[in-house]
């Protein structure tokens, strides 16, 4: 039986123990020159996470400067988390978007000589799941069809994704092929700067199949230009989402939550760090955050401060099994 990635015990939404009737404005620690790292390129997870922080900032009022996206695409992360660590560690303006793809990298030893250890972690703020989808013109029509081509012949099926063998969106499709009886290694993989690069290579039908985040991938599947054969829930997700069916459903066991999230520097200072925990707090009880985090296409998942680095420890230590499962590391 393959192993599931199950969160179960932790994805839930928290308690809710902080008022958001006070504005955070003008306290100490409060940011001159907010700015959200996305650590890939435009159109992928990274830049939906901090869309959603710039938008929710905007719209809760908790920011009295607007906030900035930037991009730092490399290694899927690594390039961003060196530079925080390593270059800019007291950067109180600055939040970097991760997600459960960046706790497997680091699992992994991919971000260097770093590990989960050497950043602050600030907050999590909603999940969605992984996906498999494919242009609407492709013959695929569900994922039966797509797992008997490649029982046929893995090697004629691209597989695109942000991020290298090993990855996040790599280790969806592998887990696929495994649970068809298919060697991932058998499979045509491409790796990519990020998801957005992803889309577009399958909407270009440069590949055949994309493996990204639902909610990447739904803004395409809305606009009828994609087509998702699978999501990797445990059940049909609400709202906009209960058209896209479960791999479950289809015969294939695969779960795969991604949660969406920011670190800051190690070094940054306490106020600061506390004035960013603060306001985070405050947004996730707000009812104008709940309907943008719904404009995103993410599902509640609310965790900050102490509870998160947690969290994190035990995310990154089911993910080094894991990957040694699939004989990415030894040990």
């Not at 996305?38 to 901090?50: E, N, Q, R, S, V």
């Amino acid at each position: 039986m393959l192993r599931k990635i199950l969160f179960t015990s932790t994805l839930i939404s928290l308690g809710f123990g902080l008022s958001a009737c006070d504005k955070s404005k003008g306290q100490v620690g409060e940011p001159k020159r907010p700015e959200c790292i996305a650590p890939a390129k435009p159109g992928g997870g990274f830049d939906l996470t901090c869309k959603l922080a710039q938008k929710a900032f905007r719209e809760t009022e908790l920011l009295n400067s607007p906030m900035r996206v930037t991009y730092m695409p490399g290694g899927v992360g690594a390039v961003a988390y060196n530079k925080i660590v390593a270059n800019d560690p007291a950067n109180d303006n600055a939040i970097v978007a991760f997600s459960t793809g960046s706790l497997l990298n680091l699992a992994q030893g991919k971000f260097g000589q770093y590990t989960e250890k050497d950043v602050r972690w600030l907050a999590v703020v909603g999940t969605d799941y992984g996906v498999v989808a494919v242009n609407a013109e492709s013959p695929y029509q569900n994922l039966n069809d797509l797992i008997q081509a490649l029982k046929t012949n893995p090697k004629s099926i691209s597989f695109g994704a942000g991020g290298s063998v090993g990855g996040q969106d790599w280790m969806q499709t592998a887990m696929l092929a495994k649970a068809a009886g298919v060697n991932p290694k058998d499979m045509t993989y491409i790796a990519m700067e990020g998801g957005g690069e992803a889309i577009t290579s399958v909407l270009g039908n440069h590949i055949q199949v994309v493996s990204a985040g639902i909610a990447e991938v739904i803004p395409h599947v809305k606009s009828g230009k994609l087509r998702a054969l699978a999501v990797f829930a445990p059940e049909r997700l609400p709202n906009t989402l209960a058209d896209i069916p479960t791999a479950k459903e289809q015969g294939y066991d695969i779960q795969w939550p991604v949660v969406r999230g920011y670190y800051v520097g190690p070094k940054v200072s306490d106020e600061a760090y506390q004035w960013w925990k603060t306001a985070f707090d405050k947004m996730l009880t707000d009812p104008k955050f709940t309907q943008t985090r719904e404009q995103f296409d993410l599902l509640p998942f609310s965790m900050t401060g102490a509870e998160l680095d947690q969290f994190v420890l035990q995310q990154t230590d089911q993910l080094r099994d894991l990957s040694k499962e699939f004989e990415l590391i030894t040990k």
